[in-house]
């Protein structure tokens, strides 16, 4: 098969047979709203890859599974499907979809519409539907869902057409769909510094995209509310390894890469987000005490 005008990319962390339920749910609307789509997976446990690739014939999606079926984490896994479809059949544009969502038909069309429709963007978000039954990045809360999501996704998947609106937000959400050649041309998620499970990946990227772009331009990334996707935000990769150990190492690694000014751009990016502005102040206070004197 040539190359897809849109891929999709998927780090599969089943915890166990409990994690089956959901993923077969996120994959079945997948199919529904895009049969044949290409989907590059990269297996990180529980099924061995002979076996997945098995359970992912009961789907019409055209599967790529890279990987050893070990949880190399969000970047690792992510970076092994970008190269995998920038080395073979590199597409227009790339997504990043997670387990824990459910995907209405047309939804990557409508973002790559609206990335035709401005090629200054290099990646753009749709609106979602989170699992508290909040609107986001809008911040609404529309309805409630039971723990058991998947139980009744067909009718979430046909909900969110309710909430589209032809509007657009400055923010940032998953799932997003990328330029491909402006995702690789930052490199990606730079492994070199993103070296733990989790942690600081979407900043790195965001960051990277700023900086190239131009601070001048003041870019950020852009919601498109003409669609809406369904994503849990259950947290699921919380409950695996040392969290709070992966966070801190892939911070030190966001700081080797781009330094105080990075965060100050990161505090840009985010207004309401104190966290980076109070950082980089703490790291110049702490080099002031260490040198009162800049000798």
């Known amino acids: 098969m040539g190359a897809a005008r849109i891929a999709h990319t998927l780090p599969l962390l089943l915890r166990g047979p409990r994690d089956l339920p959901m993923a077969h749910a996120c994959l079945a609307s997948l199919a529904a709203a895009e049969p044949g789509a290409r989907v590059v997976i990269c297996n990180q446990g529980y099924l061995d890859t002979p076996a ?16 050893t079926g ?5 970047a690792a896994g992510r970076s092994e499907c970008f190269r995998w479809l920038w080395s073979n059949e590199p597409p227009q544009y790339l997504s990043e979809i997670h387990l824990d969502m459910l995907f209405p038909a047309g939804w990557s069309a409508e973002l790559a519409v609206f990335l035709d429709a401005h090629p200054d963007e290099p990646l753009v978000a749709p609106g979602i539907l989170t699992a508290n039954g909040e609107l ?8 409630t869902l039971e723990p058991q999501w998947w139980e ?9 057409a309710s909430w589209q609106e032809p509007r657009v937000l400055p923010a940032f959400v998953h799932p ?7 995702l690789q ?3 990606g998620y730079d492994t070199r510094f993103l070296r733990s499970v989790q942690g600081y990946e979407d900043d790195s990227m965001l960051l990277g995209h700023r900086l190239r772009l131009g601070i001048a331009r003041d870019w950020r990334p852009k919601c498109w509310l003409g669609t809406r996707v369904f994503h849990a ?8 390894g040392d969290l709070s150990h992966s966070v801190v190492v892939n911070l030190n690694g966001l700081l080797a890469q781009y330094g105080v000014h990075g965060l100050e751009q990161l505090a840009q990016l985010y207004p ?9 102040e703490r790291i110049v206070a702490d080099l002031a005490a260490q040198n009162p004197l800049g000798r």
């Open 52 to 67: 997945l690739q098995q359970w992912l014939r009961g789907f019409a999606l055209d599967t790529v599974v890279v990987g």
């Open 70 to 74: 070990s949880n190399i984490g969000i």
């Open 136 to 143: 986001a990045p809008d911040t609404r809360r529309v309805l």
């Open 152 to 160: 009744q996704a067909d009718r979430i998947v046909a909900m969110l």
């Open 176 to 182: 997003v769909l990328h330029r491909s050649d402006a």
């Open 185 to 187: 041309a930052i490199g």
């Open 233 to 240: 935000t259950l947290g699921q990769r919380f409950t695996v």
């Open 272 to 280: 309401g987000n104190v966290e980076f502005r109070q950082l980089a």
